[in-house]
C-alpha cells in the first residue's frame, strides 16, 4: 500500500518559517508520479490547495493567498519534496496534506490527486 508520509509540522509564531516535506513509501514508483500537491484543510471546511508541482516540466502553482511566502523544492536523491513556508500568518493555521498523482487534471481539484499522506499540523500564534 502506497503511503505519503509527512513531517516538519508544528508550532510557531507569526513570522516564522517551518519547512514541510513529503516521502513516498517504497510501493509507489515515483517515476510514475507526475505532480504532488499540499493541500490544507481546517475543522469544518473543505480541503483547499495550496501549491503543486508538475514534475515532467518543474513547474510550480501557489495559491494567491501563499505566492511570495511558501516555495517546493524536491531532492531525488532522497525522493522527497518539501514545501518551505515563511512569514507564516495565523491564517496559515491548518493540517497540512501531501498528496501525489499519477494522471492529469486540474492542479487545485483534489480529486487529481491519487494518493495521500495522513495529514501533519500546523500552528501559528499571533
Known amino acids: 500500500q502506497v503511503q505519503l508520509v509527512e513531517s516538519g509540522g508544528g508550532s510557531v509564531q507569526a513570522g516564522g518559517s517551518l519547512r514541510l516535506s513529503c516521502s513516498p513509501s517504497e510501493s509507489l514508483d515515483s517515476s510514475k508520479v507526475i505532480g504532488w500537491g499540499w493541500f490544507r484543510q481546517i475543522p469544518g471546511k473543505e480541503r483547499e490547495a495550496v501549491a503543486a508541482i508538475y514534475t515532467v516540466n518543474g513547474a510550480t502553482y501557489y495559491a494567491d493567498s501563499v505566492r511570495g511566502r511558501f516555495t517546493w523544492s524536491q531532492d531525488n536523491a532522497k525522493n522527497t519534496v518539501y514545501l518551505q513556508m515563511n512569514s507564516l500568518r495565523p491564517v496559515d493555521t491548518a493540517m497540512y496534506y501531501c498528496?501525489?498523482?499519477?494522471?492529469?487534471?486540474?492542479?487545485?481539484?483534489?480529486?487529481?490527486?491519487?494518493?495521500w499522506g495522513q495529514g501533519i499540523q500546523v500552528t501559528v500564534s499571533s
Open positions: 498528496a501525489a498523482r499519477l494522471y492529469g487534471g486540474p492542479w487545485s481539484a483534489s480529486w487529481s490527486y491519487d494518493y
